[in-house]
């Protein structure tokens, strides 16, 4: 495969940005060299997260599955990279945005009473998944990637693990547009980076990593396997269900999943992963190069302030690929959203797999 770095790039500086947790724009100049050199037509990327990974990956010329153990992660990926040619039609934005609601829902509206937005933006919300409904296929994913994208920018710093938003209401441009003017800048964001990149059979998955199997829904053996699994920090967490339960509820209307009733934010119930604990990463980090070792190359990216540290993870990884190169970016990043966790000069790590 020809490296296709610069015109990626390009195309990645439009994909639209979600703030997120360990999201890797800001590496994707990092990211691309790696791939590139790599080479290879088949890619998959286990924790998809923003997607800007995958799409990247797409970019670059791979047929890419990617996957997350979160919905709304599998939405967007299914818009931008498994979707190559379907866009959201101006009349379906106008119908969502404008229109009276298709039918009488309120669960947003009662659920969320006095949190987060306001009670119009709630009803909003309920009136445009009423709409959302009648929509199938990749319009549908579009729209809800969409509505998550404008629910987070509505939302100050991007996280829900706090109810009282006024705090940070600092009139910045994204807190003074109203939901149906976000959502519209959405979809037009989405509909603009959506591609073709020549390569047939794109898939997005929502999952456990573990689950991804060549059997199953994973191309075997792919040539490139990228992994960027939750940190497991010293302190603080990596508990992304915490932090982004109200996109991750949004982006299904929380059809089948179990809000917590009792907790103030009304979070959904935390889903465990054992990559985000000090006491499971190893053991998760070893199955997952165990999983993919017949991958031509993996690629990790981890934190230099996450367990376990880079020489323990080089030996992990060594025990399915007889060659690992560490190649170290510096980046600021921050594993928490409260007040005492301020960002750092950290590394990230890149761990390069090869057979040889």
Not at 128 to 156: C, F, M, N
């Amino acid at each position: 495969m020809p490296d296709q770095s610069a015109e990626a790039l390009r195309r990645v500086r439009d994909f639209p940005r979600l703030r997120y947790m360990g999201s890797k724009y800001k590496l994707a100049p990092h990211l691309a060299e790696v791939f590139g050199n790599v080479g290879g037509r088949s890619a998959v990327d286990a924790f998809c997260g923003s997607g800007v990974v995958s799409y990247l990956l797409k970019a670059q010329g791979y047929r890419v599955t990617s996957n997350d153990f979160l919905n709304f992660p599998s939405v967007i990926a299914r818009a931008t990279v498994e979707n190559s040619t379907v866009a959201l039609a101006d009349d379906i934005v106008d119908t969502i945005c404008d229109a009276p609601a298709a039918d009488d829902r309120d669960f947003i509206q009662s659920t969320f009473d006095g949190l987060y937005y306001t009670p119009e933006a709630r009803e909003w919300l309920d009136s445009a998944w009423s709409h959302i409904d009648l929509l199938t296929g990749y319009e549908r994913d579009i729209a809800i990637s969409a509505l998550v994208l404008s629910a987070a920018r509505k939302q100050p710093r991007g996280v829900f693990t706090f109810t009282d938003s006024t705090k940070y209401a600092d009139g910045r441009r994204d807190l003074r547009l109203s939901f149906p003017e976000h959502f519209r800048e959405a979809v037009a964001a989405y509909n603009a980076v959506v591609f073709d990149n020549g390569v047939s059979g794109h898939k997005a998955h929502h999952g456990d990593v573990f689950d991804l199997r060549p059997d199953n829904n994973v191309d075997a053996p792919p040539d490139l396997v990228y992994l960027d699994p939750p940190y497991a920090p010293p302190t603080d967490d990596a508990d992304y269900i915490k932090r982004y339960h109200l996109l991750e509820g949004l982006s299904a209307y929380w059809r089948g999943m179990e809000i917590m009733e009792n907790t103030k934010t009304k979070k959904l119930t935390k889903r465990f992963t054992p990559f985000a604990y000090k006491r499971t990463i190893e053991d998760a980090l070893s199955r997952s190069f165990e999983q993919f070792e017949d991958a031509g190359t993996i690629v990790l990216s981890y934190s230099s302030n996450a367990l376990p540290p880079a020489d323990r993870i080089v030996d992990l990884l060594g025990k399915v690929k007889p060659r690992v190169e560490t190649i170290a970016v510096d980046h600021k990043y921050s594993f928490g959203t409260h007040a005492a966790a301020t960002r750092q000069n950290v590394s990230e790590y890149l761990f390069v797999g090869t057979d040889e």
